[in-house]
């Protein structure tokens, strides 16, 4: 079935430092990848659609210059939350569509940033 | 806004029991899709209902849709401890996902 890889899986870093957070489609092709976050017992918030070879597409509320947006293969985006902060600590999750499981969506397993 | 909410938030329930979670949407829709997550992990893809199906089964779950309601349930028979999880509804292109209902199930 289709496999969305995303690393890291957690990751801690000092404030003020860039991370960047990959996410694969490992068996099938995504022109299309979401990228969302989700704070502790709250849903997932939809950040931001990642397009392939073109720019990213962000939800309103969601700063562009913060989180840079990176699809440049059909395998592959990457976030990279820029200047990161504490406010920034949170649980982002990928998901890719591969249209050979009746348009259902294939979710990364998330990675959880914490900001000291 | 293709965006499901769930209710109820909670629900706990013994094992071997049936759970019952339901879903409203306010847009139009080509499908809805369910999906469950396991705390702190990414989620995962359970079933999708097309907007001209009822009713749908898959192993032990069962979902159905009224369109003219705009709402799902997704029905969950015999539950297990296993089934401990958030579970979300979403529709169509772009998925945009409401709080979930967070199922219990005591062994």
């Known amino acids: 079935g289709a496999v969305v890889s995303q690393h890291p899986s957690w990751v801690i870093c000092k404030s003020g430092t860039s991370v960047k957070i990959e996410c694969r489609s490992l068996?099938?092709?995504?022109?299309?990848m979401f990228w969302y976050r989700q704070f502790p017992k709250q849903s997932l918030m939809l950040m931001a659609t990642s397009n392939e070879g073109s720019k990213a597409t962000y939800e309103q509320g969601v700063e562009k210059d913060k989180f840079l947006i990176n699809h440049a293969s059909l395998t592959l985006s990457t976030l990279t939350v820029t200047s990161a902060h504490p406010e920034d600590s949170s649980f982002y999750i990928c998901s890719a569509r591969d249209t050979g499981v009746d348009y259902g969506y294939t979710f990364g397993s998330g990675t959880r940033l914490t900001v000291v | 806004s293709q965006q499901g909410e769930e209710d109820p938030q909670a629900l706990s329930i013994q094992e071997g029991e049936n759970a019952t979670m339901n879903c409203s949407y306010k847009?139009?829709?080509?499908?809805l899709q369910w999906y469950r997550q396991n705390s702190g992990r990414g989620l995962v893809h359970l079933i999708l209902?097309?907007?001209?199906?009822r009713e749908k089964h898959s192993g032990r779950l069962r979902v159905t849709l009224d369109t003219s309601k705009k709402s799902s349930s997704l029905l969950i028979t015999a539950s297990r401890a296993a089934d401990t999880a958030s579970y979300f509804c979403?529709?169509?292109?772009?998925?945009?996902f409401g709080k979930g209902t967070k199922l219990t199930v005591n062994p």
């Open positions: 979403a529709g169509s292109e772009k998925l945009v």
């Open positions: 209902i097309r907007s001209n199906e």
């Open positions: 847009t139009s829709i080509n499908n």
């Open positions: 068996d099938f092709q995504a022109t299309t």
